[in-house]
């Protein structure tokens, strides 16, 4: 197994308030990792600086062996968009937006313009979603759970080496919970590391390691 992305020595500070208090942490290819800890305990913090969409008051990200210079922000873009894909308790689809134009956004942004592969691809992971029939739906018109399986496919449109999900059935009732847990277990089988928040220690319990987070430092 070889390390993808690592964290050391990770700390964080907005003010006064020390959210982070020096965190290492290493994904590798297969791994399904899922952070649990209580509310507060930083969580989120981490798994923003770990998917570059934040960065760490000290302490570093290594992808691929480079470290992570967090003041460019065009390639901080650029390593997100083909690198990772990201789940959030809330969708946050394009509501104007069908679930097939959703899907086809992260694409669009890395820059694939070939509308027949931006078809195919979209089309596969519709299908793949058990999403058939629903592409030409808007979220609205679709349930919390197809919204959420809507939103891993835009997520995994660029075909991501890790998928970093941040309580991605919060919102979920037990049956859809269940059926998100089934895509990313499929999607680990597959290959793809997967680092997933979760307060559900039934959910941690499936995948492969659990990592506890507590004030800021790990706690296991
Ligand atoms: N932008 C911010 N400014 C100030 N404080 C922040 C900011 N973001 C997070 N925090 C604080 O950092 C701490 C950790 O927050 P974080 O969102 O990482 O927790 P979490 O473990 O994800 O919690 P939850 O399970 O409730 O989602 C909290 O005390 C929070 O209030
Ligand atoms: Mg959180």
Do not use: C, W
Not at 128 to 142: A, M, T, V
Request: hydrophobic share 40%.
């Amino acid at each position: 197994m070889s390390v993808i992305l690592e964290g050391r020595d990770i700390r964080k500070s907005i003010g006064e308030n020390d959210i982070l208090n020096g965190i290492s942490i290493q994904i590798s290819t297969g791994d399904f990792i899922s952070i649990v800890g209580a509310s507060g305990s930083g969580k989120s913090s981490l798994m923003y600086i770990l998917g570059l969409l934040d960065s760490p008051t000290s302490g570093e990200v290594i992808i691929d062996d480079k470290k992570v210079d967090f003041g460019d922000t065009k390639l901080l873009s650029k390593i997100r968009n083909k690198k990772i894909g990201f789940v959030f308790q809330f969708h946050y689809l394009i509501t104007e937006l069908t679930a097939y134009e959703n899907i086809l956004i992260p694409m669009l942004k890395n820059g694939v313009n070939d509308r027949e592969r931006l078809k195919l691809r979209s089309y596969e992971l519709i299908e793949s979603l058990g999403l058939k029939g629903k592409e030409g739906r808007k979220p609205y018109q679709l349930s919390g759970g197809e919204q959420q399986r809507v939103a891993i496919a835009r997520a995994l449109a660029n075909d991501p080496e890790i998928v970093m999900a941040d309580e991605p059935t919060g919102n979920l009732d037990s049956k859809n919970s269940a059926m998100v847990m089934d895509v990313f277990l499929e999607l680990n089988e597959k290959g793809r590391s997967i680092l997933m928040i979760t307060h559900e220690m039934y959910l941690a319990k499936e995948t492969k390691k659990v990592l506890e987070i507590k004030d800021g430092l790990m706690a296991s």
